[in-house]
């Protein structure tokens, strides 16, 4: 998955104003308890990021 689809996936489920704030804020423990951005800073695949933010966020599945 390329970083401009899950930024748009992210702001789809979000919203514009929120989603960079969640990126930014919201520690994960599946994500080696980093938030967003430091996890794709640190090379995770956009993709897997994506998987666990739906996970811990129940995003519907037919918006995954």
Do not use: I, S
Not at 19 to 45: N, Q
């Amino acid at each position: 998955m390329r970083l401009t689809v899950f930024w748009e996936r992210m702001t789809d489920h979000f919203g514009p104003a929120y989603a960079d704030t969640f990126a930014r804020d919201h520690v994960m423990a599946e994500l080696g308890g980093r938030t967003v951005h430091e996890a794709l800073d640190a090379g995770w695949d956009a993709k897997d990021v994506w998987r666990v933010v739906c996970t811990v966020m129940n995003v519907p599945r037919e918006q995954r």
